[in-house]
């Protein structure tokens, strides 16, 4: 699976973002996709995840702000960012994975390139 992420940009506390991963290959034996970030002297963290069937998870930071979509025809998901904060900068990612029984949890093992996401006050 390849994926590419795009949108990122500069944007001011309070506007709104969106961000595209166009996926191509066969990620359907992935049974989930993900964005993640990784602001700067931190550890990426994941922000939402929306699985094959359509379900969709949030980190509490973000839940309510970004909403996560997935468009199987184009090849796409999303990440609509909305009441952006300063401490959303950072680079986000995204990525496919599967659930993992001996974790209990998503692993996600393909990703595409970060795009920068900058928030000003």
């Known amino acids: 699976v390849q994926l590419q992420a795009s949108g990122g940009g500069l944007v001011q506390a309070g506007g709104s973002l969106r961000l595209s991963c166009a996926f191509s290959g066969s990620p359907f034996f992935m049974t989930a996709m993900g964005w993640h970030r990784q602001a700067p002297g931190k550890q990426r963290e994941l922000v939402a995840i929306i699985t094959n069937e359509g379900s969709t998870q949030y980190s509490d930071y973000v839940k309510g702000r970004f909403t996560i979509s997935r468009d199987n025809a184009e090849n796409t998901m999303y990440l609509q960012m909305s009441s952006l904060k300063p401490e959303d900068t950072a680079v986000y990612y995204c990525?496919?994975?599967?659930?993992?029984?001996?974790?209990?949890?998503?692993?996600?093992?393909?990703w595409g390139q970060g795009t920068l996401v900058t928030v000003s006050s």
């Open positions: 990525a496919a994975g599967r659930w993992s029984y001996s974790v209990n949890d998503y692993e996600f093992v393909s």
